[in-house]
């Protein structure tokens, strides 16, 4: 597609329970960002994969969470046994390659815990 | 102190008025990012530099490599350009500095 694309846009669950997130990137771009942004606060790093290499997972918070990349394609995000601080917009970025490259993000998926 | 930081962190405007925005940093970088957050979260990216000038329409990105600082600047501001806008570095680390965001008001 013409951007990079994530689903759900918005999701709401009860503290537990398990969520994937979808990021469908820009078609040929090696390098998949996730960030999240908390309500009032500024972008976190959570993972980065670049190519076939393995993934910088050195941001995600616990060992809840987890992500997959498919080749240079679609990644998924899942967040195990959520709580109510999970709670944020999780954005998705792709770039050309990692390193001085534009990035074009995703509209973000809104996760709200209950 | 943070690696990005950020000034002003709010910033209010009159419709019409010459906006700068300013972003220091204290690591060597090989790019810096100026990024455009609306209101409903939606991120765009303005501009990626690392030297120099870029403009594109009424936005101006400059960069001062010596002086590790950068400033984005909007001439004849409007009402749609208020927005929450984000300096980011690369630090030869793909993960990406983020500054704090400076939110930006413009007043018809």
Known sequence: GAGVSQSPSNKVTEKGKDVELRCDPISGHTALYWYRQRLGQGLEF???????????KSGLPSDRFSAER????????TIQRTQQEDSAVYLCASSGSAGANVLTFGAGSRLTVL | ??????SP????????EFITINCSYSVGISAL??????PGGGIVSLFM????KKKHGRLIATINIQEKHSS????????RDSAVYICAVDSYDPRLTFGEGTQLT???
């Open chain 1, 70 to 77: 498919t080749g240079e394609s679609v990644s998924t995000l």
């Open chain 2, 1 to 6: 102190k943070n690696e990005v930081e950020q």
């Open chain 2, 33 to 38: 990012h100026w990024l455009q957050q609306h």
């Open chain 2, 9 to 16: 962190q709010n910033l209010t405007a009159q419709e019409g």
């Open chain 2, 49 to 52: 530099l690392s030297s120099g």
């Open chain 1, 46 to 56: 959570l993972i980065y994969f670049q190519g076939n290499s393995a993934p910088d």
């Open chain 2, 106 to 108: 413009v007043n018809p």
């Open chain 2, 72 to 79: 984005l600047h909007i001439t004849a501001s409007h009402p």
